[in-house]
C-alpha cells in the first residue's frame, strides 16, 4: 500500500530551517540532488540580450588566477579564444573565459547535466517504487 507523501517544496525548505534540520539522510541527498540539477540546468541557459564583455590579458589572467604569460601562451596555441583590437592589442571575450573553465570543469570529472538527471531519477526510482 503506497501513501501519499509530498515532499517538502525548495521554497518551503529555504524559508523554514527547522523543517531542513529534520529531513533525514536520504530526503536530504534528494533535495540535494533536486539543487545541484537545478543549477546545472540554469548555467546552461545563455544570458540573453548581454553583450559580451571583453577582457584584456591581465583582466584575464587575474580572472583565472593565472600570470598574464600562461594567458598569451594559451591563446597563442588556441586554448583561449581571443579577438585583434589594432595591430597588437587583443582582447579576450568573457565567453571564452567560461568556455575554458568549462572545458577544465569536464576535465577533472564534474558531473554533467545528464549524470545530475540520472541520479536524480535513480533517486526517485528507488524512493518511489
Given at each position: 500500500?503506497?501513501?501519499?507523501?509530498t515532499?517538502?517544496?525548495?521554497?518551503?525548505?529555504?524559508?523554514?530551517?527547522?523543517?531542513?534540520?529534520?529531513?533525514?539522510?536520504?530526503e536530504?541527498a534528494r533535495?540535494?540532488?533536486r539543487?545541484?540539477?537545478?543549477?546545472?540546468?540554469l548555467a546552461?541557459i545563455?544570458v540573453?540580450?548581454?553583450?559580451d564583455?571583453?577582457?584584456?590579458?591581465?583582466g584575464?589572467?587575474?580572472?583565472?588566477?593565472?600570470?598574464?604569460?600562461?594567458?598569451y601562451?594559451?591563446?597563442?596555441?588556441g586554448?583561449?579564444r581571443y579577438?585583434?583590437?589594432?595591430e597588437?592589442g587583443k582582447?579576450?571575450?568573457?565567453?571564452?573565459?567560461?568556455e575554458?573553465i568549462?572545458r577544465?570543469?569536464?576535465?577533472?570529472?564534474?558531473?554533467?547535466?545528464?549524470?545530475?538527471?540520472?541520479?536524480?531519477?535513480?533517486?526517485?526510482?528507488?524512493?518511489?517504487?
Open positions: 500500500m503506497k501513501t501519499d507523501h515532499e517538502p517544496s525548495l521554497d518551503d525548505l529555504a524559508a523554514d530551517v527547522a523543517r531542513a534540520a529534520d529531513l533525514g539522510p536520504a536530504r533535495v540535494q540532488l539543487c545541484a540539477a537545478i543549477l546545472a540546468a546552461q545563455p540573453a540580450d548581454q553583450p564583455s571583453l577582457l584584456d590579458p591581465a584575464a589572467a587575474e580572472r583565472l588566477h593565472m600570470s598574464r604569460s600562461t594567458i601562451e594559451m591563446m597563442k596555441d586554448r583561449l579577438i585583434e583590437k589594432g597588437r582582447l579576450i571575450p568573457e565567453s571564452a573565459i567560461q575554458f568549462e577544465q570543469a569536464r576535465r577533472a570529472g564534474r558531473p554533467t547535466l545528464e549524470a545530475i538527471r540520472a541520479r536524480v531519477k535513480a533517486t526517485d526510482d528507488r524512493n518511489h517504487p
